[in-house]
């Protein structure tokens, strides 16, 4: 059975730096359990307390789930990988001591998205000049494996990659330039419908090339209109997000239904994971958990 969750990215708080203040982490999980989700992801470090038994009870004490945490590395930097595996190995020690196994938590990671300016400009619009090169593809995978092992190793924790705008895994040729370099028994993908679709990809298609690489699933929607004035106009990525460009579910151009059916058909089992981005202060989020929600009721998850 498929079981719905959501995220704290939903209540604004995100990766990137910003001034503005978020929800406190109680009201995030009140709202997210009134809504009716099952589980969460575990936010920006912080944000939720990182010793277990205080984490574990936080869940309890709402009937919510611990499914994942994200984790952003910069992958295309040699210099950036060995702090970058300690937080993944810390987060991925906190998600195993905090959730029973029969959750099965995973990483995310992903590429440390919005720090390269020409790919945070260009994000939506990306050209194959804008990528790495070969032994560039090479290296990256090269590091994104070697953490998933470690992790794996260290904590039994499964990692899964997040492709994701504004870093330099966006487009459909460049999650397969990941995957073709990567092991399928170290490395899951995390499909993100929202972001699959700004970076001009199909998920249903998606589905069926990585099925067996798909252990987490991150449900966001795009809005075309605006992604179609996103790119005439150039916006870069906070723009984009700014102005909704990840819009309720239902409202903009990923094809549910047939998603659904495609995870179906595949006998999907893991997470799926309601994320509507906004940045801090903006948005209806608890109105739109709710709305979310009951979208997906109604496609019967």
């Given amino acids: 059975m498929i079981r719905v969750a959501n995220a704290p990215c939903s209540w604004g ?8 203040t978020t929800a406190p982490a109680a009201q995030v999980l009140d709202e997210m359990a009134a809504a009716g989700y099952a589980g969460t992801e575990l936010g920006d470090w912080g ?6 038994r205080a984490l574990a009870a936080e869940m309890a004490r709402r009937g919510l789930a611990l499914v994942g945490a994200f984790v ?24 195993a001591d905090a959730a029973p196994s029969v959750d099965a938590p995973v990483l995310v990671l992903s590429d440390d998205n919005t720090t390269v300016p020409n790919r945070t400009a260009r994000a ?18 090269r590091r994104a ?34 995957m ?34 798909i252990w987490h699933v991150h449900l966001k929607d795009c809005e075309p209109s605006l992604a179609e004035r996103a790119r ?35 006998h999907y089992r893991g997470w799926v994971v309601v994320e509507q981005d906004v940045l801090p202060g903006l948005g209806t989020p608890a109105l739109s958990a709710a ?9 019967g998850l």
């Fill in 72 to 95: 952003p590395v910069a992958l295309s930097r040699a210099d950036a990988i060995d702090e970058g595996l300690e937080r993944a190995v810390r987060t991925a020690n906190l998600l």
């Fill in 47 to 52: 944000f939720l307390p990182t010793e277990s």
């Fill in 124 to 141: 939506g619009r990306i050209r194959p000049e804008d990528g790495l090169s070969a032994p560039e593809w090479d290296a990256f995978a």
């Fill in 291 to 299: 709305r979310n929600r009951d979208y997906l009721h109604g496609l």
């Fill in 180 to 213: 073709s370099r990567t092991s399928a028994s170290v490395l899951g993908l995390c499909l993100d419908t929202g972001h699959l679709t700004y970076g001009g990809g199909e998920p249903v298609g998606a589905i069926a090339r990585y099925a067996d690489r």
């Fill in 145 to 178: 494996e070697h953490i998933a092992a470690t992790v794996r190793d260290r904590t039994g924790v499964r990692t899964v990659f997040h492709h994701h705008c504004a870093g330099y895994v966006e487009t459909p040729a460049e999650i397969d330039a990941l």
């Fill in 13 to 20: 708080v995100l990766e990137f730096e910003t001034t503005a």
């Fill in 232 to 266: 005439t106009e150039a916006w870069d990525y906070h723009t984009a997000v700014r102005n909704g460009i990840f819009c309720e579910l239902g409202r903009g151009a990923v094809p549910f239904r047939q998603v659904c059916d495609a995870l179906e058909a595949r």
